[in-house]
């Protein structure tokens, strides 16, 4: 079983900066993609960052220049390092991985962490 653990979620004031991070465990053969993805209340969820199965980075415009996704693959983490946040940034902040495991390809979401920006 496949597991994703994200951490590093909290208040921050506008401007501020956050790192969240994400774990992977289990019996992980390869990764087609990962990515972090947040959903404000009352909006649907949205790709923020993402890695593509060429290992080329992606992100949503609102993020662009602010926003770097890095990851460390000796230690199965992936990050999101979160800088000049702004109040529309707060939402809860889910990792996701498309991995081959040991039972086959299965999409890997983790439980969220949330992250507050006040103005």
């Known amino acids: 079983q496949v597991q994703l653990v994200e951490s590093g979620g909290g208040l921050v004031q506008a401007g501020g900066s956050l790192r969240v991070s994400c774990v992977a465990s289990?019996?992980?053969?390869?990764?087609?993609?990962m990515g972090w993805y947040r959903q404000a209340p009352g909006k649907q969820r949205e790709l923020v960052a993402g890695?593509?199965?060429?290992?080329?980075?992606r992100y949503v415009d609102s993020v662009k220049g602010r926003f770097t996704i890095s990851r460390d693959n000796a230690k199965n983490t992936v990050y999101l390092q979160m800088n000049s946040l702004k109040p529309e940034d707060t939402a809860v902040y889910y990792c996701?991985?498309?991995?081959?495991?040991?039972?086959?390809?299965?999409?890997?979401w983790g439980q969220g962490t949330l992250v507050t920006v006040s103005s």
């Open positions: 996701n991985e498309e991995v081959w495991s040991d039972i086959g390809y299965l999409e890997v």
């Open positions: 890695f593509t199965s060429g290992g080329s980075t």
């Open positions: 289990g019996s992980i053969f390869s990764i087609k993609a």
